[in-house]
């Protein structure tokens, strides 16, 4: 079973910052936090990934609470195009690097 | 440059076929990855393989084999295929010792 929770689905206007919340409060301590995204039915792309630290790169920002048992994603200005399932997902620490994906949150960005 | 491929990108067949999907990565990376998303677009891992060796192998019905004749290439071989088979199947694939996986485009199977 997956070990994040995240709401279902969100609207956001278009320019303006998304949130995208995520909840993982059985996380270890060595626990990665991913984010990926699928927009309409192709294969996931990967976004963000972070351990206690907050993150950024060129496509979001990653905020992940002290306690680390829970995260935002935050896309700063979206467009139409980020339209999409976005995935939390906590790595197995097996060492196969197995990710397992939950249910995600359909992001809509509204015009 | 498409980075990992998969063919064909549509498979329609007849339950108690066998069919195969065939994935590729340029990337140079040594881990490689089947997931399968059903109807209910829930996407879970199958296998995985690192060096043309089987890692990861999860609760798949044994008609799934899944075979990497190098490093590069993950093919997945199906056989009597039965309805509940129909679903996009996604290839993947991660270089050793980085985190990120990179997805194929994936193959919708359809079994009739």
């Known amino acids: 079973d997956a070990k994040t929770t995240q709401p279902p689905s969100m609207d956001c206007a278009e320019g303006r910052a998304a949130n995208l919340p995520c909840n993982h409060s059985?996380?270890?301590?060595?626990?990665?936090v991913y984010w990926y995204r699928q927009i309409h039915s192709q294969g996931p792309q990967y976004i963000i990934h972070g351990l206690k630290n907050n993150e950024t790169n060129e496509m979001a920002s990653l905020i992940i609470t002290e306690d680390r048992k829970s995260s935002t994603l935050i896309l700063p200005h979206a467009t139409l195009r980020d339209t999409a399932v976005y995935y939390c997902i906590v790595r197995e620490i097996s060492g196969t690097y197995k990710y397992i994906f939950g249910t995600g949150t359909r992001l809509k960005v509204l015009a | 440059d498409t980075a990992v491929s998969q063919t064909p990108k549509y498979l329609v067949t007849q339950m108690g076929n066998d069919k195969s999907i065939k994935c590729e990565q340029n990337l140079g990376h040594d881990t490689m990855y089947w997931y399968k998303q059903d109807s209910k677009k829930f996407l879970k891992i199958m296998f995985s393989y690192n060096n043309k060796e089987l890692i990861i192998n999860e609760t798949v019905p044994n008609r799934f084999s899944p075979k990497s004749p190098d490093k590069a290439h993950l093919n997945l071989h199906i056989n009597s295929l039965e309805l509940g088979d129909s679903a996009v199947y996604f290839c993947?694939?991660?270089?050793?010792?980085?985190?990120?996986?990179?997805f194929g485009p994936g193959t919708r199977l359809l079994v009739l």
């Open positions: 059985t996380i270890s301590g060595n626990e990665y």
């Open positions: 993947a694939s991660r270089r050793e010792s980085r985190e990120t996986q990179y």
